[in-house]
Structure formats: structure tokens, C-alpha cells
């Protein structure tokens, strides 16, 4: 049985799915490992960090893919890559199914095994396994670093002889993982934080991390099965509207977290909402890639509108691709060895496992 990784495009993903101390618990598991020359050499891991534990390093990206069982990536191949897979092997990566159904259904049609690691149930089972979390931790942590960083004044409190600077507030739009890592790293640095969240349940963890959550009167825990946002009612959007105008008049950050899986982000802050916030505020809209939670957010762009500064990017984990990379090989490698059977050396596809069968696309 063999598992291999292969470059990704840098210019839009520095993060990889294979670091050395993951390719050293494939060999153990007696999982043989092919990359590609220089394949984390950009995060300054060495070809020889990976010799050293057995890895088959080759010049042959192509070679690579031909003979591999398993494959996994961040995301899809290129064309010319994907037309050198081979019916059984296994391809696993975070797919966006919505948007790349064309080239999934090809590749089904070739009798691949697709599995999209953004589909895993929320289960206890599956938590070691879970992509979204891990990466959305990350990215909520950075989103704080990155809006205090173009933020023009102090973040905490201090007093001083010539008289005391009010420590910044910030507002966390969505307290999912992104938003609960977001709320409590601004804490940390000494804002006072608030939070909205369509979700009652988010209230409780909020207040644990030292925020104040906003309550929309007569909420509706709009909360779906899986763990999830859903789609707000006309009327709960307009009492969250009527909030947030009043609260953004007196907030100098804002984080924006809030997205529904397999949609455009709901547009939460208008126009006239951003007209309202004070120059020199911050928004940091970690929605942009799905169309963003503000009216005017562009991605890889800082929007200026009237003296507030909107920020949204691609990627931000290409910011951290170090330790993004290092917990996403960790969750990879726990779902391989879920779907590994070792005493006979194959891919065991249990559909009766409801990880594997949430996660293969069909």
C-alpha cells in the first residue's frame, strides 16, 4: 500500500498534506510514502527530513501518481494530473463538491474513490479527523492578528501620566470555531470583545471566553442537526439588522465568520451599516471567498469606505501554512488510518461507517 502527495500550486496553497512526522506514522503503520523533490522545502522542511524516515522521494511527479494507492492533496489536481489517475486508487482532499462537481463526477466515472474531508459528520468519532475546525481555529486567530495589525491604535487599555487610552472593541460576527478562536484571541490582547451568533447554543461559549453576546430579542435558535448555521427568518434579520446598526457605531473591529456550507456567505453588515462605523475602523471578513459577509468585501483586496477598512482573502491560512499544515496532515492521517485495513493492506470502504459514507462522493 502506498500514499502519496504531490505539489500544489503555491501561488494559491503553500499548505501540504504530508509533514515529516505524518509520513513517519504512515510508515509505521506499514504505509509506504512518495513525494516529490522540494514538496515542503518552502515551509523549510528538507528532502532529507523525509529520507530519514523512508519516505521515496522522486523527480517524477507523474511516476508518483501513476503508482500510488492513495493520494491526498489540499485540493484538486490540474487537468494534465487528474487525467493520470487510475481506476481504485483513493483521492482525498478538501473537494468543494458544489463547485468541481464536472470534474468529481470524471473522476467517479474512472472508479476513483473520492472522499471530501469537509463532509465529515459532526460526531464524536470524527473530531481528530476534522478539517474545518482545525483550519477555521487557525483562521480565526489570524484574522484577529492581521485586522490589529492595520488597526491605527492601541488594542488594550493603558493608562499612562498623559491620561488613558480605552482599549479597543471589537465585534466577532458568527461564534463558530473561527469566531470562539477570534473572541478569544482579542481577549487575550486586551480588547473588550462582543459576538452575534444565529445560534442560542453560542451564547454559553461566548460568555466562557470573557465576551458579551449580542441577543437578538425573541431569538430563534437557528441551529441545524449537524451543528451548523441555517438560514435566518425575514423577520429575525431585520431585529439582527437593527442590532448591529446600533452596536458597529461604537466598534472598532470586526471579525466576520459567518458562512453557510455550500452557499454564498449571508451579506450581515450593509452599506449604510459601514457608513454609520467610525474612520479608521477595521473589518477582517474570513467569508470573502464565498462572496463575503459585508456589501463592499473583495477578495485579496482592502476596500476603503469612507475611512473603514474591509479585508478579505483568498487564504489566510497561506499566512500560517506551517501549522496549518501540520494539523491538517494530523487530521488526514487519523481518516487513512479509519479507512486502512492493516492485516489484509487495502482500503477497507465500510459503508456502514458513517464517516467514510458521509465523506465518499458517489
Request: proline share 2%; net charge neutral.
Amino acid at each position: 500500500m502506498r500514499i502519496a502527495s504531490v505539489s500544489e500550486n503555491q501561488k494559491v496553497e503553500k499548505r501540504i498534506a504530508i509533514t515529516p512526522e505524518i509520513a513517519k506514522k504512515y510508515i509505521s503503520l506499514g504505509i509506504d510514502v512518495s513525494l516529490p523533490e522540494n514538496y515542503a522545502s518552502h515551509l523549510g522542511f528538507k528532502d532529507e527530513e523525509y529520507k530519514e524516515f523512508g519516505v521515496s522521494i522522486l523527480k517524477d511527479e507523474n511516476e508518483i501518481l501513476k503508482n500510488a494507492d492513495i493520494i491526498v492533496q489540499l485540493g484538486l489536481l490540474d487537468n494534465d494530473k487528474t487525467s493520470i489517475l487510475k481506476q481504485n486508487q483513493t483521492f482525498i482532499g478538501v473537494l468543494n463538491p458544489n463547485d468541481n462537481r464536472d470534474k468529481i463526477d470524471n473522476l467517479v466515472k474512472k472508479n476513483i474513490n473520492i472522499f471530501s474531508l469537509e463532509l465529515l459528520p459532526r460526531i464524536t468519532r470524527a473530531q481528530s479527523m476534522d478539517i474545518l475546525s482545525s483550519q477555521a481555529n487557525l483562521a480565526g486567530y489570524k484574522a484577529v492578528v492581521e485586522s490589529f495589525a492595520k488597526f491605527e491604535k492601541a488594542i488594550p487599555m493603558m493608562m499612562t501620566a498623559a491620561g488613558t487610552i480605552p482599549a479597543a472593541k471589537v465585534l466577532v460576527v458568527g461564534a463558530g470555531v473561527a469566531g470562539l478562536q477570534a473572541i478569544a484571541t482579542a481577549k487575550r490582547m486586551g480588547a473588550i470583545v462582543f459576538a452575534t451568533d444565529v445560534r442560542m447554543a453560542s451564547k454559553e461559549q461566548v460568555e466562557s471566553l470573557g465576551g458579551k453576546f449580542l441577543t437578538v430579542e425573541g431569538s430563534e435558535n437557528l441551529e441545524t442537526e449537524g451543528g451548523y448555521a441555517k438560514e435566518a427568518s425575514d423577520d429575525f434579520k431585520k431585529k439582527q439588522e437593527d442590532l448591529l446598526s446600533e452596536t458597529l457605531k461604537k466598534i472598532d473591529i470586526v471579525i466576520c465568520t459567518a458562512l453557510i456550507p455550500g452557499k454564498k456567505a449571508p451579506v450581515i453588515i450593509k452599506e449604510d451599516m459601514i457608513n454609520n462605523m467610525n474612520s479608521g475602523s477595521i473589518i477582517y471578513d474570513l467569508a470573502a471567498i464565498q462572496g463575503g459577509n459585508t456589501a463592499f468585501t473583495k477578495v485579496n483586496e482592502i476596500v476603503d469606505k469612507k475611512g473603514v477598512k474591509i479585508m478579505g482573502e483568498s487564504n489566510i491560512l497561506n499566512k500560517l501554512p506551517t501549522s496549518a499544515s501540520n494539523l491538517y496532515a494530523k487530521n488526514v492521517f487519523n481518516f487513512v488510518s479509519n479507512l486502512y485495513d492493516k492485516e489484509n493492506n487495502k482500503i477497507n470502504i465500510n459503508l456502514e461507517d458513517e464517516i467514510i459514507e458521509k465523506t465518499l462522493i458517489k
